[in-house]
């Protein structure tokens, strides 16, 4: 980088010295052009030169000197050319030392930040560990509380299973008494009965106990199903079918004997 600003430098002072130079030649022409002028004015006036060999002597100083001035102007441009050439090195420079500090300046918070970065993880990596540590605690004390609750479960299906056996025990004992009882004789006195009120319903023989007497059946809108006299008058028994609602109306002790 300091090789770099040397050169721009070393270019203006050689420009620098080559202007000088020219600006010397200039200034000694002038005084030579001055110091010819008076002597050509002495040797005319004391010589009496002849006034147009002067005259081309002054035309000759004149074009050499605006010659000089010419090559001076061409300096002065390059001179400044030079200083805009200058300018954008320098500036460029300027500019790849900011960017040069900006990249310096961007490594060191990338460097910050990864500093930063590789610390939260590190923190939040710790921070997972406990959460799984934790969860998988919990997760051995749930499980541990579900098996005993299990067990619980398991001991109390089973008394409920002996329970239920024991109640199933119970019920074919009850089940066998109703059967039973419904396959007991009824024996109705006279007077009217309901089906499924004052006797289930079902099949049944009718046998008179006594004498007998009138036996009449009517169902459950009215409608006449049986009308039987039972006894020596008329006929031993009677099979007939009874449902819900039907009506039994008996005028003498009757024997109601269930048919599978």
């Known amino acids: 980088m300091e090789l770099e600003r040397a050169k721009p430098q070393s270019k203006w002072t050689k420009a620098v010295k080559v202007a000088g130079i020219i600006a010397g030649a200039i200034i000694i022409l002038l005084i030579g052009v001055v110091w010819g002028s008076w002597g050509a004015k002495v040797s ?21 000197s605006e010659k000089l001035q010419g090559e001076l ?6 001179i400044s050319s030079k200083q805009e050439e200058k ?13 040069e500090n900006e990249l310096k300046n961007t490594k060191d918070q990338l460097k910050d930040t990864k500093g930063t970065l590789d610390t939260e993880l590190k923190n939040g990596r710790g921070k997972l560990e406990q959460q799984l540590k934790d969860a998988r ?44 009882a419904k396959g007991a004789p009824k024996i109705l006195q006279a007077g009217k009965y309901t089906v499924g009120k004052d006797l289930p319903a079902g099949r049944y023989l009718a046998t ?13 809108g009215g409608g006449l199903e049986v009308n039987t006299i039972l006894g020596s008058n008329g006929n031993p028994s009677y099979t007939f079918e009874a449902d819900e609602d039907y009506t039994i109306q008996t005028e003498a002790t009757v024997k109601l004997t269930p048919i599978r």
């Open 137 to 180: 605690t919990k997760a051995d004390e749930k499980i541990s509380s579900i098996n005993s609750e299990m067990d619980d479960v398991k001991a109390k299906l089973k008394d409920l299973q002996s329970e239920l056996k024991s109640k199933k025990s119970e019920l074919a004992s009850l089940t066998g008494q109703v059967q039973k």
């Open 208 to 220: 008179p106990v006594g004498s007998g007497s009138n036996f009449v059946v009517w169902d459950y």
């Open 44 to 64: 005319l006036n004391e010589r009496k030169l002849d006034s147009i060999a002067l005259e081309k002597q002054i035309d000759k100083q004149k074009n050499e």
């Open 73 to 78: 102007d061409a300096l002065k441009k390059d």
């Open 87 to 99: 300018d954008k090195v320098a500036a460029l420079i300027a500019s790849r030392e900011q960017v």
